[in-house]
């Protein structure tokens, strides 16, 4: 297989699915995973110090993944994800010092808010072309004088 047919393989692979948000989220909950890891002088605030602390950043990653994989439950792991995401706030530094818990919430409506098969949009430009009439200013030159030029009200 060249390299051509496996990008468009994957472009096809990936226009079915929510892409991006899947990826924010798995990116979220990897980045709380490695500061929980962080030197002790790092670290704020380290919460329920254990299972807590790394399962829902796990758990992010996890229901990423499921949206990757599993489109047609995007909402159902979304809703968990976002849920998660907020979640690391309390346990895992402030949410993996706040870019991880973005990351999360942000992945996670993207996701709740794609659409699978929602036709492409059309520019502003193209609406505007088709839909485009006599110019206002040609109307308004044929019109002629207004009627009521001059008269006081």
Same mark, same amino acid.
């Given at each position: 297989?060249?390299?051509?047919?496996?990008?468009?393989?994957?472009?096809?692979?990936?226009?079915?699915? $929510?892409? @991006? &948000?899947?990826?924010?989220?798995?990116?979220? #909950?990897?980045? *709380?995973?490695?500061?929980?890891? @962080? $030197?002790? $002088?790092?670290?704020?605030? %380290?919460?329920?110090?254990?299972?807590?602390?790394?399962?829902?950043?796990? +758990?992010?990653?996890?229901? &990423?993944?499921? *949206?990757?994989?599993?489109?047609?439950?995007?909402?159902?792991?979304?809703?968990? @994800? *976002?849920? +998660?995401?907020?979640?690391?706030? +309390?346990?895992?530094? *402030? #949410?993996?010092?706040? %870019?991880?818990?973005?990351?999360?919430?942000?992945?996670?409506?993207?996701?709740? &808010?794609?659409?699978?098969?929602?036709?492409?949009?059309?520019?502003?430009?193209?609406?505007?072309?088709?839909?485009?009439?006599?110019?206002?200013?040609?109307?308004?030159?044929?019109?002629?004088?207004?009627?009521?030029?001059?008269?006081?009200?």
């Amino acid at each position: 297989m060249t390299f051509t047919q496996w990008r468009d393989r994957f472009r096809r692979w990936r226009g079915q699915r $929510p892409f @991006a &948000g899947g990826l924010m989220l798995v990116l979220g #909950g990897a980045e *709380i995973l490695v500061t929980m890891k @962080a $030197p002790l $002088p790092v670290i704020l605030h %380290v919460g329920m110090q254990g299972l807590a602390g790394y399962l829902l950043p796990t +758990l992010m990653v996890l229901c &990423g993944l499921l *949206i990757l994989f599993n489109p047609t439950q995007r909402l159902f792991y979304s809703i968990i @994800a *976002i849920l +998660l995401s907020l979640g690391t706030w +309390l346990t895992s530094n *402030i #949410g993996g010092f706040v %870019v991880g818990l973005l990351l999360g919430v942000v992945g996670s409506s993207v996701a709740f &808010g794609w659409l699978p098969d929602q036709e492409p949009r059309v520019s502003r430009r193209k609406r505007r072309e088709g839909n485009q009439g006599p110019s206002t200013t040609e109307s308004f030159l044929k019109s002629g004088p207004l009627p009521d030029v001059g008269k006081h009200a």
